[in-house]
């Protein structure tokens, strides 16, 4: 049974691909920064809750600056969510990420969310100069630092601190102070059972990727993080959202026959990077069928993204729509098919399903249970006094009405 | 009763922790540190298996997979695995192993290298062929129409054997891939990697050249 009803959060993720013109050949990067913009508009209006934007440094990906892009979309919308998906926090430097996270904050209003996590792209490493082999090690002290400039913003006590992969520092204030209450952040996750561990023992959010394969297999990960945070004395309610892959189109033909060969070019270059075998057709449908592609029409994908938050008791989800170089206007139509009829109908059959005896699961996090949520790790207690009360409950969502289709 | 030990407690592990347990096994398994790090983790993703230290599982099985970034074996003592069945389930991968050489150019393939490290262990490379994904969905009983194969290769033939044994029982059909060395066909980007292939196509792909 799913908890929260009413707290249902419903996104979609965008990593910027460079798509096709009418003429069936890339646009200019540029092109596809202010469509991503266009795109972020859009969403708010067809009533989604967030829009999130990855962070890749490759040549089929413009979103290696993705609080800009937020910026741009922050100045024309009210309500929307903006947040990353990911923030590739390993190899930036969380000072940074603060400063121009903070900023778009307060550009959006208190607006902003960021999910962190390793990276399952792996070119920001050797680009800014850090040893893959770290790969664990370097995003665990990233994060510690992460949650400690969170929770000195959000008292607005100056910070010291030191670690192996950044310079120390010494009762430092960052600027421009946070909004009291914002910069929620999750911890993304693509499967590893250290990384759902992790989350739980920093008492953050949890967001599961799920890029290949039946959603319903990463259930054990799910109960691991909840049997996780009970053990680190975290809030055993934090929420968990759930990302996936897919396309919406008027018909599931329709919608099948315009995202196999986008998702076959990425394939073949996957394969090609990877060592896999080539992508088959076979294997595309495998995943429509049964995968973690949420590909057809309106009430097919809904019923798909429906069924995938029951089975994980998950209340937040995002799709990462239309991956591959499908192009603007298809990308739009995409994005108003999900706000007005995909998550409408979503929302409503999950509320089929509701229950009046979880009533008690859905009082709205309090301010204690969140102030418990997001210390540092009990390893480091003379820090958790800085770090309580850093981030308030990650759990605010714009709600869009039932029925808006 | 049978035993299995597991050395890397990430996402193959596990899944070959409850394909081993489903499988009527004993199975006891360690990531890199302390076996109060992985208890948790290990109740709830593997129900069954017994949480311990890299040293103990080796101590108490005879048969044991690594299940580890492959770079990281240089980490464990040259001697661990004296004696046993050491399954090297372990890719080199350049995201992970970057800057290994010796892992990212190993003529002979990456189990040699791994032997090389472990000189008394009886080393098989097996069940580095599928993702963990595929791992949990593929198995299936003896005879199954559709029952996916997994190749074994190492210069034991009795430890090979044993190995063999262990892929049908988890849940596939074994083939003989030939020696230690043979087993680099098993890599990523030889050709049977992450294939689905019956036992039949896995032995005629093995036939094949190797190309590279």
Known sequence: MLKHLRELEFGVDSFMPVSNGADGLPIPGDQVIRNTIEEGVLAEQAGIDSFNIGEHFRDDSMDSANHVVLAAIAARTQKIKLGTAVTVLSTQDPVRTYQNFATLDAISNGRVQLIVGRGSAIESFPLFGYDLREYEEIFEEKLDLWVRILAAAATGEPLTWSGKYRPPLNSVTLTPPLRAGSLTTWVGSGGSPASTIRAARYGLPLVQAIIGGDPARFRPLIDLYRRALVEYSRPADLPIGLHTLGYVAPTDEEAVETQWPHWLAMHERASIERGWPPPSRAQFEHEVAHGSMFVGAPATVAARIAAAMRTLDVTSFHLHYAVGAIPFQQRRTNIEMLGREVYPRVRELLASDGDASHTAHDAPHTAQTARAAQAPPSEHPDQLHAAAAAVKSPVRTTHAPLGEA | ??????????????????????????????????????????????????????????????????????????????????????????????????????????????????????????????????????????????????????????????????????????????????????????????????????????TDCLALPLER
């Open chain 2, 1 to 202: 009763m049978k035993r299995l030990g597991i050395i890397g407690a990430g996402k193959l592990g596990f899944a070959l922790a409850r394909l081993a347990l489903a499988a009527g096994y004993e199975v006891t398994i360690a990531g890199s540190g302390s076996a109060d790090s992985i208890e948790l983790t290990a109740s709830v993703l593997a129900p069954g298996a017994r949480a311990a230290t890299a040293t103990e599982v080796a101590a108490s099985n005879d048969m044991v997979v690594l299940a580890i970034t492959a770079h990281r074996f240089r980490s464990l003592p040259a001697d661990l695995f004296d004696g046993k069945i050491l399954i090297d389930a372990t890719n080199y991968w350049e995201e992970t192993d970057t800057g290994d050489i010796e892992l990212a150019t190993a003529p002979e393939g990456t189990s040699v290298l791994i032997r090389d490290h472990f000189p008394a262990a009886r080393v098989v490379k097996s069940l580095n062929q599928l993702s963990y994904h595929q791992i949990d969905e593929l198995p299936r009983p003896a005879g199954a129409h559709d029952r996916v194969a997994v190749a074994a290769a190492g210069d034991d033939p009795a430890a090979v054997r044993t190995v063999m044994r262990l892929i049908d029982e988890l849940g596939f059909d074994p083939v003989d891939a030939g020696s230690l060395a043979d087993g680099r066909r098993l890599e990523p980007d030889g050709s049977p990697y992450a294939e689905t292939y019956t036992a039949a196509e896995l």
